[in-house]
């Protein structure tokens, strides 16, 4: 699986947009984005993916550039409780039982 | 999106004894189940994968002897942690890959709340 290098730390405060970059330059054709967040003492909990065109959900939205060599994660209006810890992995999607790897992530502080 | 159960939430035990964790998948089947472990301000790492009805895969480093992991079913897997010491002292967490075609259209894994661990 392609490796990924996020900043360490960001701030962001409360009722502005969080964009939380990643780059995964050795990306591959068939490889996805995921993102998952980790808030303090919980497990990690999924928010979004994607491969090549941008998508949004009730959490967030992804932007991926076009060469696929690096995504925005959005947090649209960040709240007090999106304070965690984000992590960006890449990893082919398919039946097998490949499991995800975590880097070393974004903590995310939102301020209020 | 599917649940993830652990139980228990949080164990302080004496070094030497064993202590399991269990792991479960609430509303889905689960084909694999994995292994985190987590010390402080540091990732996930993960320890082992395992598949209902076969043995466990273990990450190198990993002593497949002191933690011993069974997945009896597609909804259940646990995690033994035998003859403990406190440098075994961590955050368990277990995460559950659907079926294909099961929950969502992308085999997402999803994660159990943990596991705090504390060996005394």
């Known amino acids: 699986d392609a490796k990924t290098t996020q900043p360490p730390s960001m701030d962001c405060a409360e009722g502005r947009a969080a964009n939380l970059p990643c780059n995964h330059s050795?990306?591959?054709?068939?490889?996805?984005v995921y993102w998952y967040r980790q808030i303090h003492s919980q497990g990690p909990q999924y928010i979004i993916h994607g491969l090549k065109n941008n998508e949004t959900n009730e959490m967030a939205s992804l932007i991926i550039t076009e060469d696929r060599k690096s995504s925005t994660l959005i947090l649209p209006h960040a709240t007090l409780r999106d304070t965690a810890v984000y992590y960006c992995i890449v990893r082919v999607f398919s039946g097998s039982a490949r499991q995800l790897t975590f880097g070393s992530g974004t903590q995310l502080t939102v301020l209020p | 999106g599917a649940v993830v159960s652990q139980h228990p939430s949080w164990v302080i035990c004496k070094s030497g004894t064993s202590v399991k964790i269990e792991c479960r998948s609430l509303?889905?089947?689960?084909?694999?189940m994995f292994w985190y472990r987590q010390f402080p301000k540091q990732s996930l790492m993960l320890m082992a994968t395992s598949s209902e009805g076969s043995k466990a895969t273990y990450e190198q480093g990993v002593e497949k002897d002191k933690f011993l992991i069974n997945h009896a079913s597609l909804t259940l897997s646990t995690l033994t942690v035998t003859s403990a010491h406190p440098e075994d002292s961590s955050f368990y967490i277990c995460?559950?890959?659907?079926?294909?075609?099961?929950?969502?259209?992308?085999?997402?894994?999803?994660f159990g709340p943990g596991t705090r661990l504390t060996v005394l």
């Open positions: 995460s559950a890959r659907s079926l294909a075609g099961g929950q969502g259209s992308y085999n997402e894994q999803f």
């Open positions: 050795t990306i591959s054709g068939n490889e996805y």
């Open positions: 509303d889905f089947q689960a084909t694999t």
